[in-house]
């Protein structure tokens, strides 16, 4: 049964995508808004508050990561708010037929008045379509989870405008040294006022580089933490499988800013590098080689299972050897939660889940072979974790033999680690979710 209604589901989102068109082109609001109304899905993780007071009706545009943050919050503390899902791609469709591609995430502002004047024409549209909404649906608010998406710019505005609330989860707040400088830049030169109610971030160091840029008042932010790394901190009591070593493959350009190239110029970015040569850093080089060491560590120990986990889109089977041991296997996406519970070492590099094995209190080793001078380190994150670190092959081998008979055992968290968590996640103490529920209910539930 449920297997037949997500497959409606999807026959009334793709006829919706190809009709809605003709409701934008000729401003058909009340049909457009029957669109979009036959796609929202109540978010059942989420279980219902009670119906005796009053509850509060919220849209939530997805995107992953903080929708799971939203969640991993409300499915235990939500008591009066009623959560919907709609589909980020209507709204897109919406956005594309009066701005199409001319725009960019972060880089909203331009000076091109025809582009400006179409921006009008999109809020316009908006307005009209959020008005049936706020009579009809009963809205109280949006959720989204980053202040810079493109086709949520001009929402911000017209929700200002009708009196329903804008809030921002924003999840984009771990960068490298020479991506906040360069994120620093765009949000005061490049990116816009913010017009929604209030922005949630996960850490102190977000929240100044916003404030410091000016597109939000101070009053108008505040820091959650991340709320789905407190599913870590539970994670401390569980006894992972002894003999299971998980690697997290490293992405080529993690920590640089070339996610930003067709944005902005080659140029532009470079003039915030340490080195002002034209110089491109690339990590491949240190995935091929953690590869190829754990093929040979497993070949000579079959007792051991190692799991290579991929990230949609970045890897593929094909970066592995086709006859792989035994022992070995590739997992492609998905959360890797459950495969963090189970393994008694994490293998990974510059990159968040680090801070979710951390927080689970899981063996760590940090492959870190020839990097040495200042031009890479700009593009690592603020670790400092040396006591994980394997500087070259002998010591990567060495410690994953320790880790071969090392017990669990959780232990109080060393200051070293708790620097890495608040720094980035602003979450020490596995309350974030409840940080964030407090968040929505005071600035949600307050409306009537």
Known sequence: MIKFKQSINKIVYSISKKIIFITIKYELFFLCYLILFVNIRRIKKIKKPQENKKNYKVLVLSKSGGLDDLINSQEIYNKRILYYLIPRGLIRKIYNFYLQEKLYDYRYLTKNKKINEQKILYREFLFNILKIFQKLFNLDAIITFNLFYKADREIQFVTSKLGIKFIVLQKE?????????????????????????????????????????????????????????????????????????????????????????????????????????????????????????????????????????GKTGVHSRSQLPKILPKNCKYIDGGSGHKLLIKSSLIICFNSTVIMEAIAAQRNIVIPFYKIKNKFQKQFLLKFNLKKYLAKNEDIFFKKLNEHRSKRHKPSRMPDDEKFVLNYYLGNIDGAAGKRLNNFLESNICSLK
């Not at 002002?276 to 491949?284: A, D, F, G, R």
């Not at 497993?298 to 007792?303: F, G, I, L, R, S």
């Open 173 to 309: 707040c771990v960068h490298s040294p020479v991506e906040e400088k360069i994120i620093e830049h765009i949000y005061k030169h490049h990116s816009g006022k913010y017009y929604g109610s209030k922005v949630g971030v996960y850490s102190k160091a977000e929240k100044q580089r916003m404030v410091k840029s000016k597109i939000i008042d101070k009053k108008n932010i505040e820091i959650t933490g991340c709320s789905r790394l407190d599913l870590c901190f539970k994670y401390q009591n569980i006894k992972p499988i002894k003999n299971q070593f998980l690697y997290y493959m490293i992405e080529d350009d993690r920590g640089t800013p070339y996610w930003l190239n067709k944005v902005y110029n080659k140029n532009y970015l470079n003039k915030f590098f340490n080195n002002k040569k034209n110089k491109k850093v690339s990590w491949s080089f240190l995935n091929n080689a953690v590869i190829k060491n754990l093929i040979f560590f497993a070949k000579k120990n079959p007792e051991i299972d190692i799991i290579f986990k």
